[in-house]
């Protein structure tokens, strides 16, 4: 059996935080605020494995009250969902990641995000898509003052 699941983050930008999206530092004078690391990638990620396995919402496994995740690098959290697929007899097929962020561009960086995710998802590379859009001025993301991501993963069990 094949399932989907579809997720989604969005982070508000301030000055003096680092941007780190599917765990690579990208140059930037701005970066979300949040609990953890930020990075919106890997939110969203883990929710759409989460949502393809039925287990939740991000919430109910990773509060933000919770101490333990303050300031974590995101990548933990992919990796133990990944866990969790596989404890439910489930295994990533692939994913399709969009981004939304008005600057810095992403390209330069597409390649290490497919392959850092890769490796956290234990798929390869060709199994990860990552495109990054702007908001042509529209919104919060094309005002610059967030970043957002949409994530859809296709999930085999048994």
Same mark, same amino acid.
Request: glycine share 14%; net charge negative; hydrophobic share 40%.
């Given at each position: 059996?094949?399932?989907?699941?579809?997720?989604?983050?969005?982070? #508000?930008? /301030?000055?003096?935080?680092?941007?780190?999206?599917?765990?690579?530092? $990208? =140059?930037?004078?701005?970066?979300?605020?949040?609990?953890?690391?930020?990075?919106?990638?890997?939110?969203?990620?883990?929710?759409?494995?989460?949502?393809?396995?039925?287990?939740?919402?991000?919430?109910?496994?990773?509060? @933000?009250? +919770?101490? &333990?995740? #303050?300031?974590?690098? @995101? !990548?933990?959290?992919?990796?133990?969902?990944?866990?969790?697929? *596989?404890? /439910?007899?489930?295994?990533?097929?692939?994913? +399709? $990641?969009?981004?939304?962020?008005? @600057? =810095?561009?992403?390209? =330069?960086?597409?390649? +290490?995000? #497919? #392959?850092?995710? *890769? !490796?956290?998802?234990?798929?390869? =590379?060709?199994?990860?898509?990552?495109?990054?859009?702007? *908001?042509?001025?529209?919104?919060?993301? !094309?005002? !610059?003052?967030?970043?957002?991501? &949409?994530?859809?993963?296709?999930?085999?069990?048994?």
């Amino acid at each position: 059996m094949q399932r989907i699941g579809q997720g989604y983050d969005i982070h #508000r930008l /301030a000055e003096g935080r680092g941007l780190r999206l599917a765990c690579v530092d $990208i =140059p930037s004078t701005r970066g979300p605020l949040a609990h953890s690391d930020g990075d919106a990638v890997c939110h969203a990620l883990r929710d759409a494995m989460l949502g393809a396995a039925a287990l939740g919402g991000m919430g109910r496994h990773f509060p @933000s009250e +919770d101490a &333990r995740w #303050r300031d974590i690098d @995101s !990548g933990e959290f992919v990796k133990q969902v990944v866990s969790m697929l *596989a404890g /439910a007899g489930g295994k990533v097929v692939n994913v +399709d $990641i969009t981004i939304g962020l008005e @600057s =810095p561009r992403l390209s =330069p960086f597409i390649a +290490d995000m #497919r #392959r850092n995710l *890769a !490796g956290l998802l234990g798929c390869e =590379p060709e199994a990860v898509s990552v495109k990054a859009k702007s *908001a042509d001025g529209l919104g919060p993301v !094309g005002e !610059g003052d967030a970043v957002e991501t &949409r994530a859809v993963v296709l999930v085999s069990f048994g």
